[in-house]
């Protein structure tokens, strides 16, 4: 295509989603603030998981000023089970400048939205586009795909740099009269149509204008680098009840993976390692009994890092204070905490 047929090529994709497009909750609002939040609830997850998320955060925080100033503690135990925590503090802290310094307005131009702690090219471009109807990219992982085969971009996307190729692509096919549909068309085309593996090339409203499908090559596109090995960590991890049945628990630092999220403590294994000591030195505690010596056995893997777990449960009775960060606490108590899916997955097994 290669721009010639844009005219052709944008009415197709924007007829097509009128008519075929996902039926999702925020899909039914032009509130910029409800938007935001869909679009940092969908990055690195799927939409199916998304969907109750994003119903239960809005009834809990329905406007602006609400999620500004709720505890963290609070957002986190909303955020449960989403991953990726660090998004859930960033909104916070995008939305709190929002009402502090923009009078609770999501702004309207790419400057001043971008400037929002947490809001990237893409996220400001599907905000502007979509509530505000400005013509702006929003380029994600589903546009390159689509973009890629469409036009021919054989540029390997896992470059950074690369972007830049496919928001000027963008630009300048963008319906400027109809900006939000076309950006989220190319993102359910990509979802639904023009798939990573095995496109449904002949259900596409746009082949006729993709170069890939017409050379026979739709499949060999995009171009992506194989990411790095994820490191691997292996951990011994402590269900450690006291005489009274309560369980020993520990916050974990206020920065870094997991901010302030709870967890059951996790002692590192390597080859100089003594985790038994370890755990009993750290945590002031004397181990009375092994209850079970292989609880639970898994790997929780997050981007760029994959633990290995190995869950014991033992009794245990306290010879010093505990570490300031460390507590014993029933099931109960420990529910109302926000704690990573690693550590659900084996809270569960207590219940």
């Not at 131009?109 to 599907?126: E, F, M, Q, W």
């Not at 003594?274 to 030195?281: A, P």
Request: aromatic share 10%.
């Amino acid at each position: 295509m290669k721009y010639q047929y844009k005219n052709e090529f944008r009415h197709n994709l924007v007829e097509w989603f009128n008519n075929e497009k996902r039926d999702l909750p925020w899909r039914h609002t032009s509130d910029p603030y409800k938007i935001w939040v869909s679009e940092v609830m969908l990055q690195q997850t799927r939409v199916d998981t998304v969907i109750p998320y994003y119903n239960r955060f809005l009834d809990k925080y329905p406007t602006i000023q609400d999620l500004a100033y709720a505890p963290e503690e609070e957002l986190l135990k909303m955020w449960e089970g989403l991953g990726y925590y660090s998004r859930a503090r960033n909104l916070q802290a995008g939305v709190k400048e929002v009402v502090e310094k923009y009078n609770s307005v999501v702004p309207d131009n790419r400057h001043d939205i971008s400037s929002l702690k947490g809001v990237g090219p893409y996220t400001a471009g599907a905000i502007l586009s979509i509530a505000y109807q400005k013509a702006e990219h929003a380029v994600d992982g589903n546009v390159m795909r689509v973009l890629s085969r469409v036009l021919l971009i054989e540029e390997d996307i896992a470059l950074p740099k690369t972007r830049k190729v496919f928001e000027e692509a963008v630009e300048m096919l963008i319906d400027e009269k109809h900006p939000g549909d076309f950006n989220q068309a190319l993102m359910d085309l990509g979802a639904m149509i023009c798939t990573p593996t095995s496109p449904k090339c002949l259900l596409c409203p746009v082949r006729d204008y993709c170069i890939a499908f017409n050379e026979g090559i739709a499949d060999q596109l995009p171009i992506k680098s194989k990411k790095t090995k994820t490191k691997k960590v292996q951990f011994k991890v402590y269900l450690a009840a006291d005489q009274k049945g309560r369980y020993l628990l520990e916050k974990r630092p206020s920065e870094g993976l997991l901010a302030n999220m709870w967890q059951f403590p996790m002692i590192e294994i390597n080859e100089n390692s003594m985790s038994d000591e370890t755990f009993k030195h750290n945590y002031n505690v004397e181990i009375k009994e092994y209850i079970e010596e292989q609880l639970l056995k898994f790997k929780h893997v997050f981007s760029h890092l994959t633990w290995e777990m190995d869950c014991v449960y033992v009794l245990v009775e306290p010879k010093n204070d505990l570490p300031g960060d460390a507590l014993f606490l029933t099931i109960e108590e420990i529910k109302t905490l926000p704690m990573p899916v690693s550590m659900l997955k084996i809270l569960n097994v207590l219940n």
